[in-house]
């Protein structure tokens, strides 16, 4: 991939999306679900007669399959290694209810209200593709879900990841036929409750409805999506904060030199240094107290540009994943078929997760050991102990970011052991008919652990690297900061002043954390503000 196609591919994530977000007959982005996710953009369903007319056609196809006497799994047979069990006429009706009661037992935090909406988003473009055998009236319901801002409350934990998201996506299908609590308007309500405020009975599921809504990958697509967006996002702060580190450590711009990258051509790489090179303009390049800067900031580029060029495959699998019929059976409305299979397979997205997981911890420990370096007296070139802003006098007394880089190097641990990959984990289930399981929704629950964490990092390393920028400038006040990074230190320090006497920066830190996981404290060349 060209470098101003990774540009463009790990920018597009700054970009603001303008709604509504039509849904149905045509691919759906990362950015659209992160959109719908963070910026509440609502969601339209294609007006294209054809596309309607598929989706009506799935729907009937099967009732008149069924009529038929034919045998479809999940619609008039048990489920799972149940799959054995006919279920006769007169309970078919029933059986769809009864999947989303028996699996309403999930466990652990439950999803926020991005990660919920992401969820929804993902399941309802994927039964948009018109392979699932829904009704048109299912689909408007799910938009509802989004339009109106009626949330399930789905536990996190319950999900190995094939035979799909079962268990937390029941609570998306308990909510659509007004069972459970949902979150509406800032309370916790009665399903049912919400969907009489808003004029609407609750959803008498046909069959085949409730395996469609459960039986995918939407859960661990959703949480990817998210996922992509903040790590698409540490990527270019990270850099900028290698920049920032470099002003403050009086080190060398040439590190950054195109030729270097230009010699080991990875996109990634390049691409993270000219993001470098580009916030150091006009630094003067005359050699400092070393002729070679120490690895974590000569080396910075390498670094980051694994997270860059990953993200480029990444965004690949995600993407398909995010638009496909990930459900079992298949209804093909053209040919009139059936199709028994395993597309509820999460493979990809968990080894995605995988990857990206460690791919983020590298970029903690990275920032880790910057941040080491600035506290540090004896590698800092010049500014005081640990940082402190204090005058001569009171020095003695003052700690300043001492026991912000001890947590930092606690965040970063956790950060790196939770890299382990899940995706190999598989465990044998449901009477060994799910003998093989993908694992991709603890992949990306952990990866997005690791990014929490990896942004307190962050967080720790900007406001450290912020204040060690305004002492080498006490120190030298002929200091050159280049205009891109001189108005991210004062965006920073509009948060957190200087710290000139010690005092507790939870608040400072938490308030920063909060705006590098909303992807809004840089900006992508030729993207916007994230």
């Not at 059986?95 to 992401?118: F, I, K, V």
């Not at 996922?227 to 270019?236: E, G, I, V």
């Not at 992949?443 to 305004?470: F, I, P």
Request: negative net charge.
């Amino acid at each position: 991939m060209a470098e101003n196609d990774l540009t463009q591919d790990v920018s597009q994530v700054a970009r603001a999306e303008v709604g509504p977000i039509t849904i149905g007959g045509r691919r759906l982005t990362i950015e659209e679900v992160v959109a719908i996710a963070q910026q509440r953009v609502p969601v339209a369903l294609s007006a294209d007669p054809a596309w309607r007319d598929r989706i009506a056609r799935g729907a009937d196809f099967l009732r008149r399959h069924l009529a038929a006497g034919a045998t479809v799994y999940g619609v008039n047979t048990g489920y799972g290694d149940a799959c054995v069990v006919d279920v006769p006429m007169e309970l078919v009706e029933a059986l769809p209810l009864q999947l989303t009661r028996y699996h309403g037992c999930g466990m652990g935090r439950h999803l926020d209200d991005d990660e919920t909406l992401a969820v929804i988003a993902a399941r309802l473009n994927s039964l948009a593709y018109g392979f699932s055998g829904v009704r048109p009236v299912l689909l408007e319901r799910v938009a509802d879900l989004i339009n109106h801002r009626v949330l399930p409350r789905i536990p996190a934990e319950g999900s190995v990841g094939a035979s799909g998201d079962l268990t937390p996506l029941s609570y998306v299908a308990a909510a659509l036929v007004g069972e459970r609590e949902v979150l509406f308007r800032g309370r916790l309500s009665e399903a049912r409750e919400v969907w009489a405020e808003l004029g609407h009975e609750p959803l008498t599921l046909a069959p085949k409805e409730g395996l469609a809504l459960m039986n995918g990958t939407a859960v661990m697509t959703g949480l990817a999506c998210l996922a992509f967006a903040r790590a698409a996002h540490l990527t270019r702060l990270v850099a900028r904060l290698t920049a920032l580190s470099t002003i403050a450590l009086d080190g060398r711009a040439a590190h950054f030199d195109p030729l270097l990258f230009e010699a080991k051509p990875h996109a990634g790489q390049a691409e993270a240094a000219s993001w470098i090179r580009d916030d150091l303009t006009g630094r003067d390049d005359t050699p400092g107290h070393r002729l070679q800067d120490r690895y974590s900031i000569r080396c910075a580029p390498h670094v980051i540009g694994v997270t860059c060029d990953a993200l480029t495959w990444m965004r690949r699998d995600i993407e398909n994943e995010l638009n496909s019929a990930n459900d079992n059976p298949l209804i093909d409305p053209d040919s009139e078929r059936v199709l028994h299979g395993g597309n509820f397979y999460g493979g990809h997205i968990a080894f995605a997760m995988d990857a990206l997981k460690t791919a983020v911890a590298n970029l903690a420990d990275l920032m880790d050991r910057q941040l080491a370096l600035l506290v540090d007296d004896k590698f800092n070139n010049g500014l005081p102990r640990n940082l402190s802003g204090a005058t001569a006098a009171r020095a003695p007394i003052n700690h300043g970011f001492k026991a912000v880089q001890i947590s930092s190097s606690a965040w970063t641990a956790e950060a790196l052991k939770q890299t382990m990959p899940a995706s190999v984990f598989s465990r044998s289930t449901e009477a060994h008919n799910q003998d093989k399981v993908s694992m991709g929704t603890i992949a990306a629950r952990d990866c997005l652990r690791v990014l929490e964490l990896t942004e307190q990092v962050a967080a720790a390393h900007t406001l450290a690297t912020v204040q060690a920028v305004r002492l080498r400038l006490r120190i030298n006040d002929a200091t050159f900061v280049p205009h891109p990074l001189q108005a991210f230190v004062e965006s920073v320090s509009a948060g957190s002043p200087f710290v000139d006497e010690d005092r507790a920066l939870e608040m400072d830190l938490r308030a920063l954390t909060a705006r590098i996981a909303a992807c809004k404290l840089v900006e992508h060349p030729g993207g916007g503000a994230q």
